[in-house]
């Protein structure tokens, strides 16, 4: 089964810093999913990241504020930018493998 | 578009009981479901998949759903609950080829001693 690396696991940043959540996939992939995950929510796909081309973005959610790099089929990153209280969240990224998607290990961020 | 449903917010058991988590879909392709489930302070773990090959289909720890596509349903159950199947268990619709996850609002088991 595929693993997948994400990090840091945990971060308390300042409001209007940027964060950028690396992930590392151990086979290759051609699409990465990243979502967000609100105190005692669900999860909601925030873009679909395609290796070579631009990521696709859903409804609400903007390059400006989510910038998204693909360099290649087995790792991505996802920057949060301008932070706000409001960006309190998990994130996750997520690969479609054979037996079902599987998903890196989160990253809790706190802004203060 | 699809959509999924998670009847209850919260479900409460005693160990020992059976559990039933309902989840219904609206898709409008012959979609792939899933079940995953995230313990506290834990990744997402998937607990099984249903892709149009058995209508019942088996996961891990003793799990399983079954596919109603004339109740569009996909509930999940396990015979017998045990203190560990704490968590949250989300119901997720996925289209097919490669896209994205539609999660449902997730469901808390609490099991009681």
């Known amino acids: 089964s595929a693993v997948i690396s994400q990090k840091p696991s945990r971060d308390i940043c300042q409001r209007g810093t940027s964060l950028t959540i690396q992930c590392q996939v151990d086979?290759?992939?051609?699409?990465m999913f990243w979502y967000r995950q609100q105190p005692g929510q669900s999860l909601t796909l925030i873009a679909t990241?395609?290796?070579?081309?631009?990521?696709?973005?859903e409804s609400g959610f903007v390059i400006d504020k989510f910038p998204i790099s693909r360099p290649n089929l087995t790792f991505s990153t996802l920057t949060v930018s301008n932070l706000s209280p409001e960006d309190s969240s998990i994130y996750l990224c997520?690969?479609?493998?054979?037996?079902?998607?599987?998903f890196g290990s989160g990253t809790r961020l706190t802004v203060v | 578009a699809q959509s999924v449903t998670q009847l209850d917010s919260h479900v409460s058991v005693s160990e020992g009981t059976p559990v039933l988590l309902r989840c219904n879909y609206s898709s409008s392709y012959s979609p792939s479901l899933f079940w995953y489930v995230q313990h506290p302070n834990k990744g997402l773990q998937l607990l099984l998949k249903?892709?149009?090959?058995?209508?019942l289909v088996k996961g891990i720890n003793g799990f399983e759903a079954e596919f109603k596509k004339s109740e569009t349903s996909f509930h999940l159950t396990k015979p017998s609950a045990h203190m560990s199947d704490a968590a949250e268990y989300f119901c997720?619709?996925?289209?097919?080829?490669?896209?994205?996850?539609?999660f449902g609002s997730g469901t808390r088991l609490q099991v009681q001693p």
């Open positions: 990241a395609n290796q070579g081309s631009e990521a696709t973005y």
């Open positions: 086979s290759q992939v051609t699409m």
């Open positions: 997520s690969v479609e493998m054979d037996y079902g998607y599987t």
């Open positions: 249903y892709t149009s090959a058995a209508t």
């Open positions: 997720v619709v996925s289209p097919g080829g490669r896209r994205a996850l539609t």
